[in-house]
């Protein structure tokens, strides 16, 4: 079992930044990928950015936050994070952390964190 605990969301103007933390504990495997989900009122859940374990800790995240948005992990604290910079009334929505594994397979979620941004 892994449990994933969000904070650092809230209200915020458009042009403002806000940093996401994301604590995980439980069963931590070594290899695994974090990440940070996201859903709009009426929309689907979107993947924002994603991050695996390994030294290099390479990172991919969605046309729509890249140059924004940076996503980082410190893997001896069992922590992923999200900074959000330039933020977008488009960028309103509930924030979900992620962690999987493969081997075995595992895909636990967060309660979320809501961020909205003011125009």
């Known amino acids: 079992q892994v449990q994933l605990v969000e904070s650092g969301g809230g209200l915020v103007q458009a042009g403002g930044s806000l940093r996401l933390s994301c604590a995980a504990s439980?069963?931590?495997?070594?290899?695994?990928?974090m990440g940070w989900y996201r859903q709009a009122p009426g929309k689907q859940r979107e993947l924002v950015a994603t991050i695996d374990s390994g030294s290099v800790g390479r990172s991919n995240d969605v046309d729509a936050v890249k140059g924004r948005f940076t996503i980082s992990r410190d893997n001896a604290k069992n922590m992923v994070y999200l900074q959000m910079n330039s933020l977008r009334p488009e960028d309103t929505a509930v924030y979900y952390c992620?962690?999987?594994?493969?081997?075995?397979?595992?895909?636990?979620w967060g309660q979320g964190t809501q961020v909205t941004v003011s125009s």
């Open positions: 992620n962690y999987q594994t493969w081997q075995p397979r595992y895909d636990y």
């Open positions: 439980g069963t931590i495997f070594a290899i695994n990928t």
